[in-house]
């Protein structure tokens, strides 16, 4: 081979070799890979990042170790890329956290490394939370001072139409009350008025009846008074004789009862005589021999008859 040929050669693979490393070194820089830095990137992954920007610190246990390196955004969430000094090191379960520097200064992401033993590779995710700051209270204060202007609104828009609606209300109500008392006014006219005057004319005539019959009722009463003084009168003087009567009635009513008494004592004479089955039934014997006799005889009368002599005067002519 020439030594041409060979020099073309040599400067054909340099610039290869240049066109390649100049094309990996811009994919790096696309992707913010650096080489030469001195820090490691992670993406953490959180749903939104508000008042974060490129530059903000990057604090590991509160130590300043690292910034934000840029932001993907996402259908729902945020990817915050992050630089790490490579002395840091972080595990699977790392998080962050967005929170405020200062009271109304800038944000930093606060990153807890884990403690799980398994680390998380570089360009590795891991999930963080937004800590919304003064800021965001008083966006959320005004979100709700709006809702609650637009609640004000509707609630005087209610009590504007419930008064209105009330007004009616009361409106009708008050022209019904009107209405039933013009119909009462009427069924007093028509009604009323005539049963109290037939009410009042009864008692005019119960009164006139009475002014006439005054004497009769006085009569009557005057004849009430005498008859019972009278039987005051007879009930005095018959005192004793009512004691004795009434004396009496307590003894009749004692000798029943001691009549009673002895009629259900099995030792007495009459209630041996009541109580007793050996007299029932010889009474019953006596009976039942009086029967068969008495039928006997009405069976065969001459039995009986046949040695009395009876001689009946038909004509009143014999010896007497």
């Known amino acids: 081979m020439r030594p041409e040929e060979k020099r073309q050669e040599i400067i054909v693979g340099v610039v290869v070799l240049i066109i390649l490393a100049a094309t990996i070194m811009g994919i790096m820089w696309g992707k913010k890979y650096d080489i030469f830095s001195s820090r490691s990137y992670y993406t953490v992954r959180v749903a939104r990042a508000s008042g974060l ?21 996402r259908k729902d969430s945020v990817d915050i890329i992050i630089g790490v000094d490579k002395d840091i090191t972080l595990f699977s379960d790392a998080s962050a956290i967005i929170s405020n520097m200062e009271l109304l200064g800038s944000k930093k992401v606060e990153v807890n490394p884990g403690r799980s033993g398994f ?3 570089e360009h590795g995710i891991f999930r963080g939370t937004f800590a919304g700051g003064l800021e965001d209270i008083f ?21 504007l139409l419930l008064n209105k609606a009330m007004e009616e209300d009361v409106q009708a109500s008050l022209h019904t009350l009107h ?32 002014d006439s019959k005054r004497e009769d009722i006085d009569t009557i009463v005057t004849n009430l008074k005498s008859v019972s003084n009278t039987l005051n009168i ?23 009862s001691l009549l009673s008494t002895r009629l259900k004592d099995p030792k007495s004479s009459l209630g041996k005589l009541t109580l007793s089955d050996s007299l029932y039934q010889r009474m019953d014997s006596i009976t039942v021999n009086i029967n068969a006799i008495v039928k006997e005889i009405k069976e065969n009368p001459k039995k009986y008859l046949e040695h009395v002599n009876i001689n009946v005067d038909m004509f009143g002519g014999g010896d007497k």
């Open 119 to 121: 680390r998380l590779v």
């Open 234 to 256: 007879v009930v005095d003087d018959n005192k004793d004789k009512l004691a004795r009567s009434i004396a009496s009635l307590d003894k009749i009513g004692a000798d029943l």
């Open 53 to 73: 920007q490129e530059g903000d610190p990057v604090t590991v246990s509160g130590v300043p170790k690292g910034v934000v390196d840029d932001f993907i955004i």
């Open 139 to 159: 966006e959320t204060t005004g979100a709700i001072s709006t809702d609650f202007q637009t609640l004000l609104g509707n609630f005087n828009k209610t009590l």
């Open 179 to 210: 209405n039933t008392a013009k119909i009462i006014d009427s069924l007093m006219v028509s009604d009323i008025q005539p049963g109290l005057m037939a009410m009042k004319g009864a008692l005019q005539q119960t009164e006139e009846m009475v």
